[in-house]
């Protein structure tokens, strides 16, 4: 699907009405609503989102043995998020993607140095890397540990991020910071 910036404000508006309500209807790929000149960025993610919940319940329904025979497409929805910038942390069992939890051990002094590091991190995987979803980075109260969040497409794509230049020389600089630490990939099994 096409669309043109010179669309009237009531077209647009019913354009974007309708993708929100049906995204599928509206668009026949994901990733053209990230390219749609006609909406704005709030949208995008909007119809985005909505797109996004529509494939979970249809993931949990094939999962369970009445899809219907359609195959979800949360993959290529998670794809249009992230080249719009719109993706967040999803904490689902049905979401295809993966989770990485670093727990750091850290002198109190150091728990913003470390935390700057951590966040130089996740803004390069953010412009540079596909399949990043999201970061979120915890200080503990008494400032002695830091935990990293950080959700990706898959593993694969955490794995290739963690080979480059920049990744492995700002992983260096946390490494000497901090007095132990730990790395698990995780799957979402439940949410309740």
Request: proline content about 4%.
């Amino acid at each position: 699907m096409k669309t043109s910036p010179k669309i009237p404000a009531s077209t647009r508006k019913s354009l974007a009405e309708d993708a929100k309500v049906s995204p599928k209807t509206t668009f026949d790929d994901p990733s053209k609503v990230v390219s749609a000149d006609a909406l704005s960025e709030e949208e995008k993610a909007g119809i985005l989102t909505q797109w996004e919940a529509d494939e979970i319940a249809l993931q949990t329904a094939s999962d369970e043995g009445m899809s219907g025979g359609r195959r979800p497409r949360l993959d290529e929805v998670k794809s249009a998020q992230t080249m719009l910038g719109a993706e967040k942390a999803t904490i689902s069992a049905a979401a295809t993607n993966v989770t990485c939890i670093e727990t750091f051990r850290v002198e109190p002094q150091n728990v913003h140095r470390l935390t700057r590091v951590l966040e130089n991190i996740a803004k390069h995987a953010k412009q540079q890397s596909p399949g990043y979803i999201s970061t979120s980075i915890h200080e503990s109260e008494d400032q002695s540990h830091v935990v990293n969040y950080s959700q990706w497409a898959s593993k694969s794509d955490f794995e290739t991020m963690l080979e480059t230049p920049t990744a492995k020389s700002l992983i260096k600089k946390a490494a000497d910071i901090v007095e132990k630490s730990k790395k698990v990939i995780y799957d979402v099994v439940f949410t309740g």
